[in-house]
């Protein structure tokens, strides 16, 4: 008995259902006295998320009129959706013998 089994092709797009976030950390360095030696540290401090980039840059404006900090980790995250397009696709096996 033989069978054909396909398998439907998928499309990715971003989710209208969701807003895209942007963010910023601050990857500067300020020295530190610890014990008597100098060491840097990350600064690491976090935007959190916002609706536009445009509201990302202004925080990393206002955060380096604050610290003087120059050096951001900027991100951008959305959420996929996966959609099932009209075509279908054999699928293609390779038999084993043993």
Known sequence: MNRTFRFK????????ETLPEYSAICHSTDPQDVEGEAEEALCLDSSGGFATAEE?????????????????RRSFEDYAELLPTDELEPARVARVTA
């Open 56 to 72: 990302a840059d202004n925080w990393m404006r206002q955060h380096m009129r604050k610290t003087g900090h120059r050096h951001f």
């Open 9 to 16: 092709n998928f499309t990715t797009r971003e989710d209208p």
